[in-house]
């Protein structure tokens, strides 16, 4: 946006020194810069102080009213009542002295009233377009209400499942976070900010949060700075690019810097390398829990801690409203500092359209439309990764006449909306029983007995009757998995195994000997391997919102193929967390030849083992890789070739490939393009993904598919930490999941 308002200032002054009689369209982003700096010469600092405060609604409309009329608020999150908003827009517009609208805000994380699959299922379909279209539904809905800013997306590449908060990134990998959390920010803004659909974006938590030590949320990170550009920052630096209108900072400190007070990420890097002018937001409190991490003693040092770092709006702490004048007097904050900051948050409020038109219709109907449930049924569709599946025991067909349906998730419409939902509600929510029931009810006979209340449930007294049941069924359909409370913010877990007697449900049903498919619904990879065994078929889908039912049922019956695949790796057990496929390689790494632990002789010689990186009882791999997942039908991958295979670092890499569809479905296949830089200044990951793409094919269809790669996306941050393409050899594969394919060799040269 800066190098728009030059070259549109530049041109300005131009055309006043020609003599022309043409008028020209004035330009939008001057227009506004002019309105924002007038505005701004009119203001107090106290006025200007009150732009930088952002509340919680609380009380009755005139229990906020005074300070409204002060100018003292500048945005209020978590009002949902059209009705209220609007009063409090006409106390901001009619009374307050410069009638500067209110910046309404919620977290609408994944849908408002419509719900999609969680942001880790969605990341599960690798298709851009159902996060573009899940954020689109979530603003159409929400701004009918009055919301105009959300606090989405997170995109924090997160590697250990513990965190209860992998739920609503987009899993392990950098590429895929980049492109799904640019899809949201597209969807929730639309094609202008200023459509009355449109809604801000504010992609969190700058930054590093993920990383959170040992998966315990709010942890201190330590990421080095080369690591931090090369994971961590490049999801961000997309959405900026994008056009994300805010930023959030995030919870943790790094290195023993916090977010809300970490000059090099908000300064050095959002505004001055990437030319942000947006909103920079803290979290919740995260200003004030500055103190907690004994980075401020007190609020006066937070507030200027935080507004010298490049914090433009303070959420709910109100240390800017109570010590910015005494700092800004003290000389310890520059006016200019806090004039920069009201200048985002006024820009942004232009950008919205909120001066215009700062009011809703409080008459629009727009929750549930059809077209909404259509694409949340998609996207749960899309979402869900088939596991396993011996015997092609799915999708069910016309012999199975008995059913029985199992599980504490069978029939569970709040838990299956996933972690923050605030507004969604499991009336509208179709449960797989309820659409199992819809759709086939009149052709099979449907033996329901969940067996256990809820996934925490550890009475084992109803097992038995599910066990009865399916003894008498052609079919089981076990749903298990966690309760939404289980995962999101604040909700980490030391145990990946499902919760309960959920795992005692199962090996119960399976010892009847019938075909025992396995449906998994939860906010994060969970350590299923001894369930994976007891099932025929294994169907994981993260939490999968409100036509998550529907979807299943065109799953397990065939109506759908699956096509979804893992966002991050599943570990066989917890003590191999962080797992992940673009790990850096040890001097020492596995051959895969090494003895196991029930294999190991007794006294068998310290050193007889051989001396490489891995776990005696956990083996090499995970229990499913990064990209893993299979479809009712099979692919086969043949014939690649480069476009070069000696390159200069401004080329472009073009890798053609054969995609057959082997099998007797129709199906879609996710292919997966991946790089790895051999030798570098520093080591570098055994495999990243730069390119993936969705391939529908009918049976014996072969397509000819190609990737378009510019050498320039191989660079990273190098031993003298400048951003290169270094030259060298590197591999290729071309492959269904981050463990899969044959490498391909090129080279690059200077």
């Known amino acids: 946006m800066k190098t728009m308002k030059f070259i549109s200032t530049t041109f300005a002054v131009l055309l006043l020194g020609m003599a022309s009689c043409v008028q020209k369209p004035e330009n939008p982003e001057a227009a506004i810069e002019q309105k924002v700096d007038a505005l701004l010469s009119q203001m107090t600092l106290e006025e200007k102080i009150g732009q930088m405060n952002q509340i919680s609604s609380y009380g009755n409309i005139e229990d906020m009213t005074e300070l409204i009329k002060k100018g003292e608020i500048g945005s209020i999150l978590n009002e949902v009542d059209p009705g209220r908003i609007n009063a409090l827009q006409r106390v901001a517009v009619k009374e307050s002295r410069l009638g500067i609208p209110l910046l309404m805000a919620r977290d609408v994380i994944h849908g408002f009233k419509t719900i999609f699959p969680i942001p880790l299922g969605q990341a599960a379909s690798f298709d851009p377009q159902v996060a573009e279209d899940g954020a689109r539904v979530a603003a159409i809905e929400a701004s009918s209400v009055g919301i105009r800013w959300t606090f989405s997306p997170m995109i924090d590449v997160a590697r250990d499942p513990r965190w209860g908060r992998i739920a609503e990134g987009c899993g392990e990998d950098t590429y895929l976070t980049s492109v799904m959390g640019a899809a949201m920010v597209k969807g929730y803004q639309g094609d202008s900010l200023n459509d009355p659909t449109a809604i801000a974006a504010c992609p969190k938590h700058f930054v590093g949060y993920g990383a959170a030590e040992g998966g315990r949320d709010y942890n201190s990170t330590f990421i080095p700075e080369r690591r931090l550009r090369n994971v961590y920052l490049p999801p961000f630096e997309a959405a900026a690019k994008a056009g994300a209108a805010t930023f959030m900072t995030s919870f943790n400190d790094n290195d023993g810097i916090p977010s809300t007070g970490n000059t090099f990420i908000l300064r050095n890097v959002l505004r001055e390398e990437w030319g942000f002018d947006g909103i920079v937001v803290t979290d919740w409190a995260s200003a004030a829990e500055m103190m907690n991490h004994g980075f401020a003693a007190d609020e006066k040092e937070v507030a200027m801690k935080a507004v010298n770092a490049g914090v433009d709006m303070e959420m709910v702490s109100y240390t800017f409203v109570k010590e910015l004048p005494r700092l800004v007097k003290e000389g310890k904050v520059q006016e200019a500092t806090i004039d920069n900051a009201v200048r985002n948050i006024l820009r942004i409020k232009y950008r919205l359209g909120l001066f215009d038109q700062p009011y809703v219709d409080e008459n629009k109907q727009v929750m549930y439309a059809q077209a909404h449930l259509d694409a949340a049924r998609r996207a749960a569709v899309e979402s869900a990764i088939l596991l396993k599946n011996e015997k092609q025991v799915l999708p069910l067909g016309n012999a199975i006449k008995t059913v029985a349906v199992i599980g504490p998730m069978a029939d569970a419409p709040y838990e299956q909306m996933g972690t923050w939902v605030f507004d969604g509600e499991k009336s509208h929510t179709v449960t797989p029983l309820a659409a199992i029931r819809k759709q086939f009810g009149d052709k099979l006979q449907i033996l329901y007995e969940p067996g256990l209340s809820y996934s925490r449930d550890r009475n084992t007294s109803d097992i038995a009757k599910a066990v009865s049941a399916a003894s008498r069924?052609?079919?089981?359909?076990?749903?298990?998995?966690?309760?939404?409370?289980?995962?999101?913010?604040?909700?980490?877990?030391?145990?990946?195994?499902?919760?309960?007697?959920?795992?005692?449900?199962?090996?119960?049903?399976?010892?009847?000997?019938?075909?025992?498919?396995?449906?998994?619904?939860a906010g994060r990879p969970l350590t299923i391997g001894k369930e994976t065994e007891l099932s025929d078929a294994v169907l994981y889908m993260f939490h999968p919102g409100t036509m998550g039912g529907p979807a299943l049922a065109d799953l397990l019956w065939g109506k759908a193929v699956p096509s979804g695949k893992t966002p991050v790796?599943?570990?066989?057990?917890?003590?191999?967390?962080?797992?992940?496929?673009?790990?850096?390689?040890?001097?020492?790494?596995?051959?895969?030849?090494?003895?196991?632990?029930?294999d190991i002789q007794v006294e068998a010689g310290q050193t007889s083992l051989g001396c490489t990186s891995f776990y005696m009882d956990a083996g090499f791999d995970p229990l499913f890789p990064f990209g893993y997942g299979l479809s009712y039908t099979t692919f086969a991958y043949s014939n690649i070739r480069l476009s070069a295979t000696e390159l200069k670092k401004d080329d472009v890499l073009t890798v053609t490939f054969d995609l057959e569809n082997t099998g007797n479905y129709e199906g879609t296949e996710i292919a997966q393009l991946y790089v790895q830089d051999k030798v570098g200044s520093v080591t570098r990951p055994v495999k990243e993904l730069k390119r993936f793409s969705r391939i529908t094919l009918k049976p014996g269809e072969k397509k000819n598919v190609s990737f378009e790669l510019p050498v320039s996306e191989l660079a990273f941050w190098n031993i003298d930490m400048k951003h290169v393409v270094e030259a060298g050899d590197f591999n290729l594969w071309v492959a269904p999941d981050s463990q899969s394919g044959s490498p391909v060799s090129f080279k690059v040269t200077d």
Request: proline share 5%; glycine share 8%; hydrophobic share 45%.
């Open 569 to 598: 790796t599943f570990p066989k057990m917890v003590g191999q967390i962080p797992v992940y496929y673009a790990h850096n390689n040890t001097g020492r790494p596995a051959t895969k030849k090494e003895t196991l632990l029930d």
């Open 473 to 521: 069924a052609d079919v089981i359909l076990a749903f298990v998995g966690e309760e939404a409370i289980l995962s999101g913010e604040a909700h980490c877990l030391a145990d990946l195994n499902l919760q309960g007697a959920q795992s005692e449900l199962i090996e119960a049903v399976a010892k009847t000997g019938k075909p025992l498919v396995t449906v998994v619904m």
